[in-house]
């Protein structure tokens, strides 16, 4: 398997403009997490899917922020507008299961500068 | 709520000490403990993972046990190699839980 991919590896944009991340999950996973990662902050939770629908979005900044997972594929991290304090790496990660221990496979992350 | 505290990096150290890297937490229950690993422009691997009390995970040299009766889960090993320099984080999965919780996470160099 490929493992997780998520594109743009880079995205340098300008502020106000709208970016989109892209995520593909590993083949089988059901569930789906969008992470950010900053200096100040840490690895935040943004959101997390199960089955394709949305299960805690409590870490999700602001109305900016949106998240979709139209099929167990693909999913998508919407920030419209953007700010420059949205520049951080965003990582998505996917899992199988509910097994206590169940390892989450991280992507290589997209790393957003706005400008 | 559930927490995680990591010693402050950075961390450098030169190659075939002994590494220790701190964590506690804050959880009720019995959490699920992890170690991740960052290398420089990669997403975060697991390390090892220990998923009750006085469990001991180990991988690639790697130990961590874990210890609830001092809500730790301290990451060694006994001989570190240049290609061991990453940043690591300590995180844990409450009861229950999908959300993982992480630490802040060390930066580790390891000189040659």
């Known amino acids: 398997d490929a493992g997780v991919i998520q594109s743009p590896r880079h995205e340098v944009t300008e502020m106000g403009q709208e970016v989109t991340l892209r995520c593909k999950p590993i083949?089988?996973?059901?569930?789906l997490f969008w992470y950010r990662q900053t200096m100040m902050r840490g690895l935040e939770l943004l959101i997390y899917?199960?089955?394709?629908?949305?299960?805690?979005d409590s870490g999700m900044p602001e109305d900016r922020f949106s998240a979709k997972m139209p099929n167990a594929s693909f999913s998508t991290l919407k920030i419209q507008p953007s700010e420059p304090r949205d520049s951080a790496v965003y990582f998505c990660?996917?899992?199988?299961?509910?097994?206590?221990?169940?390892?989450?496979?991280f992507g290589p992350g997209t790393r957003l500068t706005v400008l | 709520g559930n927490s995680v505290t990591q010693m402050e990096g950075p961390v450098t150290l030169s190659e075939e000490a002994f590494l220790t890297i701190n964590c506690t937490y804050t959880?009720?229950?019995?959490?699920?403990l992890f170690w991740y690993v960052q290398y420089p422009g990669e997403g975060l691997q697991l390390l090892l993972k220990?998923?009750?009390?006085?469990d001991k995970g180990s991988n690639k040299g790697f130990e961590a046990t874990y210890r609830k009766e001092t809500t730790s889960f301290h990451l060694e090993k006994g001989s570190v190699q240049v290609s061991d320099s990453a940043v690591y984080f300590c995180?844990?999965?409450?009861?229950?839980?999908?959300?993982?919780?992480f630490g802040q996470g060390t930066r580790l160099t390891i000189n040659p």
């Open positions: 899917f199960n089955n394709n629908v949305p299960i805690d």
């Open positions: 220990a998923t009750k009390a006085d």
């Open positions: 995180a844990l999965r409450a009861q229950g839980a999908q959300k993982l919780v």
């Open positions: 083949s089988g996973h059901d569930y």
């Open positions: 990660a996917s899992s199988f299961g509910l097994a206590v221990y169940n390892e989450q496979f």
């Open positions: 959880a009720t229950g019995y959490p699920s």
